[in-house]
């Protein structure tokens, strides 16, 4: 339907489709030079020393708690107001996921609520750019640092972000990106682990790899022509077939070639949105970090009711969206009170009322590189009937 504006929308040129189609010509369709390239351009732009490919985000996250050996009897500190998969890869290792209420502002992990949360099973702490926003990473990393805790940085929302400087990606013992088609750039699946640790990057190729001790590029070969000799069949530890392939990773390196214009489409779309509903008295708008300090790399717009509304209005807000053809999404709901994790760990409505109050009223609209004027304007005065009438709902 022509009409329809969806929520989100890969940004894929003539460039990305010829790089596939190279690498289909080539024959050579996993482990090859493109991986190589792509991992070489992600850690330069996180100045990191090592940038390994995985197959999802979900699986980088996974494959660094299982190198940092962490396991049964650990706890992992998280937020409860990020996509699933920030927790679940701390369930992945058989560890517990130890939730910290968010900072009602930026909607990260709340940096106050962090030290109380720390006990002497803290193997790690997981912290997440909610929706790019980088607020807090270098105060959560200094005090992951100080109580000498890896901090693990779940930046699968943030590439191209930075925090006083310091690019996402860069703060924790290791970081994760990820690339599924809604994110700053896409490979259709894939991530990126990211760190400076030489110990780690080795574990993560061996685990990514079906616990290989050696990631040789010519080991593909000799195992694709039946030679059982070489290292291909040799697993030293456990390991997972997290590897990304080669069409991907050629459509990640044209995807990062185009990086800082595709940020900038992000930042305008965001901008023109900011710009129309800067005064409505019914929304709480994005923070957006000001001055030089803090970069946001704008993955998603999402806006907020004010505490006037609840959930019922919310959802009515969203599906009278829909029905006008507007994607629209209630990011996130929060990972304590989805239904695996209230029954495991006996979580309630209550137990983290930040996050609670936030992602009862929070509405996610259509954002890609490509929404025009038209298309903003049309989304703002959609939302724009859709409040008014809710005011007159209230009033009866
Ligand atoms: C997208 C995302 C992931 C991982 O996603 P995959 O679909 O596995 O690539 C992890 N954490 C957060 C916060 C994300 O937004």
């Given at each position: 339907m022509s009409g329809t504006i969806p929520l989100s929308l890969p940004d894929i040129t003539e460039t990305e489709i010829q790089a596939v189609v190279e690498v289909l010509r080539s024959g050579?369709?996993?482990?090859?030079p493109r991986q190589a390239r792509f991992e070489e351009m992600i850690a330069e732009r996180c100045r990191r020393r090592h940038a390994i490919a995985v197959s999802s985000g979900t699986a980088g996250l996974h494959a660094v708690l299982a190198a940092m050996g962490i396991g049964p009897g650990d706890e992992v500190i998280t937020t409860p107001f990020s996509f699933v998969a920030s927790a679940n890869c701390i369930l992945y290792v058989g560890a517990k996921p130890v939730f910290v209420d968010i900072d009602p502002?930026?909607?990260?992990?709340?940096p106050d609520k962090l030290e109380a949360a720390i006990t002497p099973k803290t193997k790690a702490i997981i912290a997440v750019e909610v929706f790019g926003n980088p607020t807090h990473m270098d105060r959560i990393a200094q005090i992951a640092g100080a109580h000498e805790i890896p901090l693990v940085e779940d930046c699968c929302e943030a590439l191209g972000g930075s925090c006083r400087g310091h690019?996402?990606?860069?703060?924790?013992?290791a970081g994760v990106f990820a690339f599924f088609p809604n994110k700053q750039i896409t490979t259709g699946e894939g991530g990126m682990i990211v760190t400076d640790d030489d110990r780690l990057a080795g574990l993560c190729r061996s685990l990514r790899n079906q616990g290989r001790a050696v990631e040789g590029v010519g080991d593909q070969a000799g195992a694709s022509c039946g030679n059982r000799f070489g290292s291909w069949l040799m697993h030293e530890r456990l390991g997972y077939n997290y590897r990304l392939n080669e069409m991907s990773c050629a459509l990640g390196i044209v995807q990062m070639e185009r990086l800082d214009s595709m940020l900038a489409a992000r930042r305008r779309v965001a901008m023109g949105y900011i710009r129309r509903m800067m005064d409505w008295q019914e929304l709480i708008l994005p923070t957006v970090p000001t001055g030089e300090e803090e970069h946001t790399s704008w993955f998603v717009f999402v806006v907020r009711l004010t505490h006037e509304y609840d959930t019922t209005a919310r959802d009515r807000i969203i599906g009278g969206l829909r029905r006008h053809e507007i994607g629209a999404g209630n990011?996130?709901?929060c990972i304590h009170l989805q239904p695996y994790y209230r029954e495991k760990f006996g979580y309630k409505p209550g137990d983290f009322p930040v996050a609670e109050s936030v992602s009862q009223r929070t509405i996610a609209l259509p954002f890609h590189n490509h929404l025009d004027e038209t298309q903003i304007e049309l989304v703002c005065h959609t939302l724009k009937v859709m409040l008014q009438r809710e005011t007159l709902l209230k009033r009866g």
């Amino acid at each position: 339907m022509s009409g329809t504006i969806p929520l989100s929308l890969p940004d894929i040129t003539e460039t990305e489709i010829q790089a596939v189609v190279e690498v289909l010509r080539s024959g050579r369709l996993s482990i090859g030079p493109r991986q190589a390239r792509f991992e070489e351009m992600i850690a330069e732009r996180c100045r990191r020393r090592h940038a390994i490919a995985v197959s999802s985000g979900t699986a980088g996250l996974h494959a660094v708690l299982a190198a940092m050996g962490i396991g049964p009897g650990d706890e992992v500190i998280t937020t409860p107001f990020s996509f699933v998969a920030s927790a679940n890869c701390i369930l992945y290792v058989g560890a517990k996921p130890v939730f910290v209420d968010i900072d009602p502002k930026s909607l990260n992990l709340d940096p106050d609520k962090l030290e109380a949360a720390i006990t002497p099973k803290t193997k790690a702490i997981i912290a997440v750019e909610v929706f790019g926003n980088p607020t807090h990473m270098d105060r959560i990393a200094q005090i992951a640092g100080a109580h000498e805790i890896p901090l693990v940085e779940d930046c699968c929302e943030a590439l191209g972000g930075s925090c006083r400087g310091h690019p996402a990606g860069s703060f924790g013992r290791a970081g994760v990106f990820a690339f599924f088609p809604n994110k700053q750039i896409t490979t259709g699946e894939g991530g990126m682990i990211v760190t400076d640790d030489d110990r780690l990057a080795g574990l993560c190729r061996s685990l990514r790899n079906q616990g290989r001790a050696v990631e040789g590029v010519g080991d593909q070969a000799g195992a694709s022509c039946g030679n059982r000799f070489g290292s291909w069949l040799m697993h030293e530890r456990l390991g997972y077939n997290y590897r990304l392939n080669e069409m991907s990773c050629a459509l990640g390196i044209v995807q990062m070639e185009r990086l800082d214009s595709m940020l900038a489409a992000r930042r305008r779309v965001a901008m023109g949105y900011i710009r129309r509903m800067m005064d409505w008295q019914e929304l709480i708008l994005p923070t957006v970090p000001t001055g030089e300090e803090e970069h946001t790399s704008w993955f998603v717009f999402v806006v907020r009711l004010t505490h006037e509304y609840d959930t019922t209005a919310r959802d009515r807000i969203i599906g009278g969206l829909r029905r006008h053809e507007i994607g629209a999404g209630n990011y996130f709901p929060c990972i304590h009170l989805q239904p695996y994790y209230r029954e495991k760990f006996g979580y309630k409505p209550g137990d983290f009322p930040v996050a609670e109050s936030v992602s009862q009223r929070t509405i996610a609209l259509p954002f890609h590189n490509h929404l025009d004027e038209t298309q903003i304007e049309l989304v703002c005065h959609t939302l724009k009937v859709m409040l008014q009438r809710e005011t007159l709902l209230k009033r009866g």
